[in-house]
């Protein structure tokens, strides 16, 4: 199986302040690789497929990147409205494999 | 707009069968891989298996050949099977579209039910 390896584990910031996530694959899966947020009692949403492409809806505030082994989630200014913990996964080999999370709080 | 709704028991009795459904509105049901993720308290997220259309699945070997995942496209709806359950099948349940954006790359999830907490205890 892939492992999916996400860091910080968790991350205080302040409003207005820029976050980056990352996640890093146990071995190359391309651009197989897509975001989702997760808020309290609530299931995923997915932000980003294809490891850069955006769903329907997700703020501009939002980018990823990455290919290969690596990649990263960056909220460019940070809203109360995106606490919540955010997951990657990959989709280059079954079975598919999420990142154990980063829990995104305000400080 | 998809939508994606499920239902089943929320509590069993170690040993018993988990079994849910989902049910999917909107958009179509041809061409996409219905999928079942489900989460432990507090934890991750872990991916089940999926099942297409035509009932081609594909399952976790974690699970290890306690897991069926049927469909009806009849009624746009997909089930999960988890037979033998423990105290460590005890979670949140999700049902879930899974879409391909081409590529080489597996269905990645674009729609989420709204989950069920299933909880396994005697």
């Known amino acids: 199986d892939i492992q999916m390896t996400q860091f910080p584990s968790s991350v205080s910031a302040s409003i207005g302040d820029r976050v980056t996530i990352t996640c890093r694959a146990s071995?190359?899966?391309?651009?197989?690789l897509a975001w989702y947020q997760q808020k309290p009692g609530k299931a995923p949403k997915l932000l980003v497929h294809s490891a850069s492409s955006f769903h329907i809806g997700v703020p501009t505030t939002f980018s990823a990147g990455g290919s290969g082994t690596e990649f990263t989630l960056t909220i460019s200014s940070l809203q109360p409205e995106d606490v919540a913990t955010y997951y990657c996964q990959q989709a280059s080999s079954f079975p598919l494999t999420f990142g154990g999370g980063t829990k995104v709080e305000i400080k | 707009q998809v939508q994606l709704q499920q239902w089943g028991p929320g509590l069993l009795k170690p040993s018993e069968t988990l079994s849910l459904t989902c049910a999917v509105y909107?958009?179509?049901?041809?061409?996409?891989?219905w999928t079942w993720i489900r989460q432990p308290p507090g934890k991750g997220l872990e991916w089940i298996g999926q099942i297409n259309h035509s009932g081609s699945t594909t399952y976790n070997p974690s699970l290890k050949g306690r897991v069926t995942i049927s469909v009806d496209t009849s009624k746009n709806q997909f089930s999960l099977k988890l037979r033998s359950v423990n105290a460590a099948d005890t979670a949140v349940y999700y049902c879930?579209?899974?879409?391909?954006?081409?590529?080489?790359?597996?269905?990645?999830?674009?729609?989420w039910g709204q989950g069920t907490l299933v909880a396994v205890s005697s």
């Open positions: 879930a579209r899974g879409a391909y954006s081409g590529g080489d790359c597996k269905p990645q999830i674009d729609y």
């Open positions: 909107g958009g179509s049901f041809n061409g996409y891989y």
């Open positions: 071995r190359p899966i391309s651009s197989c």
